[in-house]
């Protein structure tokens, strides 16, 4: 590697020569660490015949260590400022695309299939814009792409929801149908300063990777009933039930043959308890 991008300097100096500044509206917060960078690019790369999705490449931080570790790295920026700069910044490396995009509006399925089909494993990687980290992983979530891991940089505090366990005050519904829908790892915690500007908040690497889905499982019905459960966190579960299924009585008896105590609150059931009680309610 001949010039490291993430570096105070090299940031410093490749904003100036483009007369630019981070845009906050875009959640710009440029990586200016090296050995962060490393450790996340190299958590990402999955296998030895990678292709990586990136999302948001900046001025091509992390882009830079995954272009050294990957096949090929096609990344996705909605700036319309920074294609320039990474013609310079990454004009060591030919195996970069770049595709100008909302990465919302991606159709990220078919790209994935396009990879798939020419046998490589496919790997997403980011640090992401902080002000759409929950839609952005839910529309991966939802793509039905065939990804074999999602490691991501987000605000620490909502990396902590995405992994809780029960009876933690981060355990909510978005913890519980993630866990449902991927093994979550946690990667590492990242101090503010390694960022330029500095965000008010620490942040901390996740990885995400897809587990076998149910057949028998519905998953619309059985994240609403998730939902439902955790809408009123102070209420007992089986407050938040009768409310859902506007029948107090149907909710104890569905309650009670799932082996559910009446006063418990959502936030003591794990996982298999939730996946329990739907398969009661379902039958
Ligand atoms: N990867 C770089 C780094 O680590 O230094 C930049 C990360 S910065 C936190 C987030 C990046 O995502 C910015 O480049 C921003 O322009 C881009 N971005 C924001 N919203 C986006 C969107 N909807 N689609 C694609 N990229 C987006």
Do not use: W
């Not at 009123?232 to 009585?249: A, F, G, M, P, V």
């Amino acid at each position: 590697m001949r010039r490291v991008i993430a570096t105070p300097s090299r940031t410093k100096e490749l904003l100036h020569q483009y007369q630019l500044s981070a845009k906050k509206n875009y959640g710009q917060n440029f990586l200016v660490e090296p050995g962060i960078v490393d450790k996340i690019a190299r958590s990402a790369i999955v296998s030895d015949h990678c292709v990586v999705f990136e999302i948001g490449p900046g001025i091509g931080a992390l882009t830079q260590f995954l272009c050294e570790y990957a096949q090929h790295v096609v990344a996705f920026e909605i700036d319309e400022r920074l294609p320039k700069v990474l013609e310079e910044s990454l004009s060591d490396y030919d195996n970069f695309s770049l595709i100008m995009n909302d990465f919302l509006e991606v159709d990220i399925k078919a790209y994935t299939d396009k990879v798939r089909e020419a046998g490589y494993d496919v790997a997403v990687a980011a640090n992401l814009p902080y002000y759409i980290t929950t839609p952005i992983l839910f529309r991966l979530f939802e793509s039905n792409a065939d990804i074999a891991a999602i490691t991501v940089m987000m605000q620490k505090e909502v990396a902590d929801r995405f992994c809780a366990k029960p009876n933690t005050k981060d355990y909510n519904a978005l913890s519980v149908i993630t866990q449902y829908r991927c093994d979550v790892s946690y990667i590492m915690k990242v101090p503010r300063n390694v960022f330029s500007p500095k965000p008010n908040v620490d942040s901390a690497v996740l990885q995400f990777r897809f587990k076998e889905s149910d057949p028998n499982i519905e998953d619309d019905e059985l994240f609403a009933l998730i939902k439902a459960c955790f809408k009123q966190r102070r209420k007992t579960i089986l407050n938040n039930l009768s409310e859902y299924l506007i029948d107090k009585e149907k909710a104890r008896k569905i309650l009670n043959s799932a082996g559910i105590d009446l006063q418990t609150r959502s936030e003591q059931l794990d996982l298999p308890a939730f996946i329990h009680l739907y398969e009661v309610m379902r039958k």
